[in-house]
């Protein structure tokens, strides 16, 4: 055979794989932001993961209703609420 015969059925090939190529990209989810450059009118994953940490605590355990570890979470959530300007009451 020679390189003329190869050429279609390359190109048939070649082409409906790039259109793939073109369309994966295309539709492909976007990159993060970086928590620095999201605004502050943003939600961020970073950002919320940071506040859920602090009202956990260092070391984060199970908080079920009435124990002491509950009280201890209540107490962090509604510091933080408070200086936030709010005026939580429970």
Known sequence: MSARSYTAPLVA???P???LALVAWRYSAP???PAASTPASAFSGERALAQ???LLGSTPRPHPVGS???AAVRTRLVARL???GLAPRV
Do not use: F, G, H, K
């Open 82 to 84: 408070r200086a936030l």
């Open 17 to 19: 794989a790039l259109v």
């Open 68 to 70: 002491a570890e509950s």
């Open 52 to 54: 859920l940490r602090a």
């Open 13 to 15: 090939l070649a082409l």
């Open 31 to 33: 990159a993060p932001r």
